[in-house]
């Protein structure tokens, strides 16, 4: 519990944050309805990237230099494997449960012949991963995704999967660890890792991006549209912002 205490003002602070954000006006030629919020998180897409570019990337690139390919390989497998766990209990808050059984025995699999998760066993086996968060699951029972919304240090979000982001981290198993050492170290380790796996991704968005904020965006909602709806998204575009479209023009 006393992790959730503590995090409670980091959300305070990031919806006090999206209040102030949504205040500002941009020209409405310029608007777009699915990010009502856009001179806040142009703000915090340039914080962002400034810190990506000042620490985060380059310890990411020290890491991958650093730790052989095979070890480099073996703890994305790890962390992928605890995914599984988070997985499978939102695939059965989805009534999925052929899904979620699925992820069950990858868990069982790779925590057992393959040395904690260390070797994708299940992968080569044939049992298919899904990797569904609680963001999906809330989509899933209709919450809609709300303003797009870029997270401090995270990153590209909306209303919607920022609270499944918190529902994420609660059934987490490194949640429950009561070393708060053990659990940050996990959690930093896990970020550097998933960086290091973007070093490629982000140097050929630089050359093809003529707008990376734009791209950004876009390509991130149309994948968690995607996702929410199992790859078939309904033919509908609307964006469901929770509210009528014309309180933003207000």
């Not at 990237?49 to 073996?74: L, S």
Request: with cysteine; proline share 6%; hydrophobic share 45%.
């Amino acid at each position: 519990m006393h992790r959730v205490r503590l995090l409670r003002p980091l959300f305070l602070a990031l919806l006090a944050a999206s209040l102030v954000g949504g205040c500002s006006s941009i020209p409405k030629e310029q608007r777009d309805p699915r990010d009502p919020w856009q001179p806040y998180n142009r703000a915090m897409f340039k914080f962002n990237t400034d810190f990506d570019n000042a620490f985060f990337k380059p310890v990411a690139q020290g890491y991958q230099a650093i730790i052989p390919e095979p070890v480099n390989h073996g703890i994305t497998n790890f962390f992928n494997n605890i995914a599984d766990v988070t997985s499978a209990v939102n695939n059965a808050l989805q009534f999925k449960l052929s899904r979620a059984g699925s992820d069950v025995g990858r868990v069982v699999v790779n925590t057992t012949v393959g040395l904690v998760g260390f070797i994708d066993v299940a992968t080569n086996v044939g049992i298919p991963s899904y990797k569904e968060d609680f963001g999906q699951t809330l989509g899933y029972w209709g919450i809609g995704d709300g303003p797009y919304f870029v997270m401090p240090i995270l990153g590209p979000s909306s209303v919607r999967d920022t609270v499944g982001f918190a529902g994420d981290v609660v059934i987490d198993p490194f949640f429950s660890l009561e070393a708060d050492e053990i659990y940050w170290g996990f959690v930093v380790v896990r970020a550097i890792d998933v960086r290091a796996g973007l070093l490629a991704a982000g140097d050929l968005m630089d050359e093809a991006a003529l707008d990376r904020y734009v791209f950004v965006r876009d390509a991130y909602l149309q994948r968690r549209r995607n996702l929410v709806h199992d790859g078939n998204p309904p033919e509908d575009q609307d964006y469901d912002l929770f509210w009528d479209e014309d309180l933003i023009d207000e």
